[in-house]
């Protein structure tokens, strides 16, 4: 059977280093992307030109008719699914909580927390051997935030990683017995792009004598965690936590 996987926000940070090496790894790959086009388009050709197979969807997760369609393009463009990234997510500027409006934790909460239910559900309708597929993996990108709880910066990010923590467990043994395997990585802090979109590109630099190692994540070093959990090499692990945080 093909290997497939859809990867949301996919074209550029720990999405596009996860679309690489599960391109590597022989996998399909379907993702997603919202804005950044050049980096999808340049991302695909990168990939098609190494011999892989890859394709671009502009999607936004928070949008139901746009899910629907990300996968129904898989579905027609590629085939059966067998994995999930839900890596798509955003962190608005750094505030207090007390600063915060509804219209920000709205935005923030649409796309990490029901952004990644309704990608994994269109995934498990898919895979789930209840509904006639023939199983697969889901792995979902949560953060070390949900762990700490980016006091003083973003406890609107933290809380819907921690919301993401508790659907990957309640997930997990929800479709256990139906072939899927559920998982999760945190990261820490890495060096993407948002940082920058939280309105300190150096915020890395900044905050990365806090970690036992002394150093920021690189998108890639959190991909290989990925691609182990989607591998037949993880075939016992459910419901687990891979922190990706340098120790921090």
């Known amino acids: 059977m093909n290997k497939i996987v859809v990867v949301t926000g996919g074209s550029r940070g720990i999405g596009a280093a996860s679309v690489r090496l599960a391109a590597a790894a ?3 790959v379907v993702f997603s992307f919202l804005k950044a086009c050049n980096e999808a388009v340049a991302l695909c050709t990168e990939i098609e030109r190494a011999g892989g197979t890859a394709l671009a969807v502009q999607a936004d997760v928070a949008v139901e008719a746009d899910v629907l369609r990300l996968f129904e393009t898989a579905d ?3 085939g059966t699914l067998t994995a999930l990234v839900n890596n798509a997510g955003i962190a608005d500027l750094r505030m207090r909580c007390d600063e915060m409006n509804a219209a920000r934790l709205t935005r923030v909460f649409a796309t990490n927390v029901i952004g990644s239910f309704l990608c994994a559900r269109e995934a498990v309708k898919r895979m789930s051997t209840r509904h006639g597929g023939h199983g697969g993996a889901i792995v979902n990108v949560s953060s070390a935030a949900s762990r700490l709880g980016s006091p003083g910066e973003f406890v609107d990010y933290a809380a819907s990683k921690g919301a993401i923590d508790t659907f990957t467990l309640g997930l997990a043994k ?4 139906e072939g899927i395997r559920v998982n999760a990585v945190r990261p820490g802090i890495i060096y993407t792009d ?3 979109s939280s309105g300190e590109p ?3 630099d900044r905050l990365k004598d806090a ?4 150093r920021g994540g690189y998108p890639e070093e959190v991909a290989k965690a990925i691609l182990w959990l989607l591998s037949d090499e993880a075939s016992y692990t459910v419901g687990s936590f891979i922190d990706v945080s340098g120790g921090r």
Request: charged share 25%.
């Open 194 to 196: 948002i940082h920058a």
């Open 76 to 78: 027609r463009e590629v």
């Open 211 to 214: 970690v036992p190692m002394r």
């Open 26 to 28: 022989g996998y399909s």
């Open 174 to 177: 929800e479709v256990a017995t």
């Open 202 to 204: 150096g915020r890395v």
